[in-house]
């Protein structure tokens, strides 16, 4: 499934630029000047209207959603893979989705006071991801223990429709919709309507040292090599975040990253270490040091198929780096950011789940277990690269660099 394709003026000298929707460091091909698009909640798109209309039209939000469902049972965790959008209004003689026609289309942003009549959605994002999880839960049948799910590209997607006398055009299609125009859209008021907020566009400047910062065109963590900083977009504007790196990379290593995260676990004792082989039930009595060692969940920072973010995240939250990790920044080879944290904090239960053991009693303790992200940061670990792999050295992970490769396509 093709990512989207979004048309983009550049923010200093207006010429026009194409994007996949996943990209968020955007350099101008014209004055060079380099952007980074943060959206204040979500990313909203509209699609075109063909012709070009003057005015009158009515923009209808249809949620969207492109990643991965997991439903965990008590023999294992399932996962589908969907790319699906829904109306995100009441109203019943509008489609209810866009089907897969965005993905032949050129969308826009959504700017703050564009024109037009932009209807509120009546549903949160939060919902409509439900409701597409229900949906694809009744095709695989019986509930699960526990399901999560895990974003490669979601937001809004605003599609034009005109009245037409007492009917309604599809203005993407410029095709009349059958029957009347729903009184809702008739009633609407001529203003008032404006989009308030939408995409804005940061200087990719260090905020502290207004050093350029570094990073992939998806990276959603840039870097100043400067003052040795890391940032994330949060609210609207770049934030620090902690960037570490794992020791015992060579030369040549290969850095891929992680989100440490620290959270605070009800339910269950899982302060230390210790605490994470007891509920596992590990066959070895962990070693008297695992018990000074606070329970953190490390969990990949990128896209990769659900399998292996799956066995990732077990193995290196079970067995992080040994040497530690100490606040540095990656070397020029390294993956970027692109699973946001929010996303992995959507996975912790769901990684928990694979320790828990007897399996049996994993139904009644997963009920009971509440964790509640309190702190992350980044952390790189070096990976060497053979032939078809990036192997962790002193581990038996290794990652398909095609799979990798692959990261669009979680
Ligand atoms: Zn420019
Ligand atoms: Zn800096």
């Not at 550049?10 to 990209?23: H, I, M, N, R």
């Not at 980074?36 to 939000?61: C, D, N, S, T, W």
């Amino acid at each position: 499934m093709p990512a989207l394709r979004v048309e983009i003026a550049c923010p200093q000298c207006g010429a026009p630029a194409e994007l996949e929707e996943t990209d968020r460091l955007f350099q101008c091909p014209f004055c060079r000047v380099r952007s980074f698009l943060a959206g204040p909640e979500g990313f909203r798109y509209v699609l075109p209207a063909k012709p070009p209309r003057r005015g009158g039209l009515i923009y209808v939000p249809y949620w969207r959603f492109k990643g991965l469902f997991f439903f965990c049972r008590p023999n294992g965790v399932d996962h589908r893979f969907v790319d699906v959008n829904e109306i995100a209004v009441d109203l019943p003689a509008l489609p209810r989705t866009l089907g897969l026609r965005p993905q032949g289309l050129k969308l826009r942003f959504l700017t703050p006071h564009a024109k037009g009549r932009y209807l509120p959605p009546a549903v949160s994002f939060g919902q409509a991801v439900r409701a597409f999880q229900e949906r694809s839960l009744r095709a695989i049948g019986r509930p699960p223990l526990y399901s999560a799910h895990l974003g490669e590209a979601a937001g809004l997607l605003y599609a034009p429709y005109a009245l037409a006398g007492d009917g309604l055009v599809d203005a993407v299609l410029d095709r009349p919709l059958p029957g009347k125009a729903p009184p809702a859209l008739l009633e609407l008021p001529a203003a008032g309507l404006e989009p308030q907020a939408g995409i804005s566009f940061l200087a990719a400047l260090c905020p502290d040292c207004g050093w350029d910062l570094e990073g992939a065109p998806q990276a959603l963590a840039l870097h100043c090599r400067n003052c040795e900083s890391s940032w994330i977009p949060s609210g609207g504007r770049l934030t620090r975040v902690e960037s570490c790196c794992a020791a015992g990379g060579d030369a040549g290593a290969f850095f891929l990253p992680f989100w440490e995260i620290g959270c605070a676990v009800g339910g269950i004792e899982l302060k230390t270490r210790g605490d994470l082989a007891r509920a596992a039930n590990l066959p070895v009595v962990p070693p008297p040091q695992w018990e000074e060692e606070a329970f953190r969940f490390l969990v990949p920072a990128f896209k990769v198929r659900a399998a292996n973010f799956l066995q990732l995240a077990g193995a290196l939250t079970l067995q992080p780096p040994a040497g530690g990790l100490s606040p540095a920044l990656p070397g020029p080879r390294h993956h970027p950011v692109t699973l946001p944290v929010e996303e992995a904090c959507e996975s912790l239960k769901l990684i928990l789940a694979g320790f828990l053991r007897p399996r049996r009693e994993m139904a009644a303790r997963l009920a009971a277990i509440d964790v509640h992200p309190e702190r992350f940061r980044l952390a790189y670990l070096p990976f060497r690269e053979t032939t078809h792999d990036w192997v962790l050295p002193g581990s038996s992970l290794s990652i398909n660099r095609n799979v990798l490769g692959l990261s669009e396509n979680l």
